[in-house]
């Protein structure tokens, strides 16, 4: 069963520091990985996706990292801003063909708080 | 305006009832998803739909029901039978295995 794990459930650093969020995943027969951030008491936004043949994607001020082999993502926010204070969560999507093909495995997520 | 709704924002159910949450999309998505949320847990998923007519059972579907009779819409009951069900319920809807949009969700609080 695949378990996914974000270290570290909390992080408050001031405006301005580049930061990693880290994300482990039990299982490497992955389709792809998803990272999302939440608002509080809001819906999930997506942030952005890499596929499992993929090494990392970019949005913005946003990288996320995928080792497979060693079932680890990291997502880097360079200068950080208050308004990037959220909840960020890791997702992961099992290998297509299996009968769990469309469900996602989510993290516990990291809160995350960016103070001025 | 494309996107997910959630009806209600709020939910309060006395011990014993059912109770049905609503959510709908305008996306044309054929997938769609109901997870459960509990305070410092990830999601977790309890249905899934791929097409219409048709759905299966996530991780955690005991005390839940569905149905997807249309495909813009995959309302979600809780039964008498979930005996926890305070939580922040989420749906969400993809094109096949793409991106997963998410709906702004319901609070659902037992009295």
């Known amino acids: 069963k695949q378990e996914v794990t974000q270290i570290p459930a909390a992080l408050s650093v001031p405006e301005g520091e580049n930061l990693v969020l880290n994300c482990s995943f039990t299982d490497s027969a992955i389709y792809n990985l998803q990272w999302f951030r939440q608002d509080p008491g809001k819906g999930l936004t997506s942030l952005l996706l890499?596929?499992?043949?993929?090494r990392e994607q970019t949005s913005g001020r946003l990288n996320a990292s995928l080792d497979k082999s060693s079932g680890r993502s990291t997502l880097y926010i360079a200068a950080s801003q208050p308004g990037d204070s959220a909840t960020y969560l890791c997702?992961?999507?099992?290998?297509?063909?299996?009968?769990?093909?469309?469900?996602?495995?989510f993290g516990q997520g990291t809160i995350l708080t960016v103070h001025p | 305006d494309g996107g997910i709704t959630q009806s209600p924002k709020y939910l309060f159910r006395k011990e014993g009832q059912n109770v049905t949450l609503s959510c709908e999309q305008n996306l044309n998505h054929d997938a769609m998803y109901w997870y459960r949320q509990d305070p410092g847990q990830g999601l977790r998923l309890i249905y899934y739909?791929?097409?219409?007519?048709?759905?299966q059972k996530g991780d955690i579907a005991e005390g839940y029901s569905v149905s997807r009779e249309k495909k813009e819409s995959f309302p979600l009951t809780v039964t008498s039978a979930q005996k926890n069900p305070t939580a922040f319920y989420l749906c969400?809807?993809?094109?096949?295995?793409?991106?997963?949009?998410f709906g702004p969700g319901t609070r659902l609080t037992v009295l």
């Open positions: 890499i596929q499992s043949s993929q």
């Open positions: 997702a992961v999507r099992p290998r297509a063909g299996g009968t769990s093909y469309g469900k996602l495995t």
């Open positions: 739909s791929q097409i219409v007519n048709d759905f």
């Open positions: 969400a809807s993809s094109i096949r295995t793409d991106t997963q949009y």
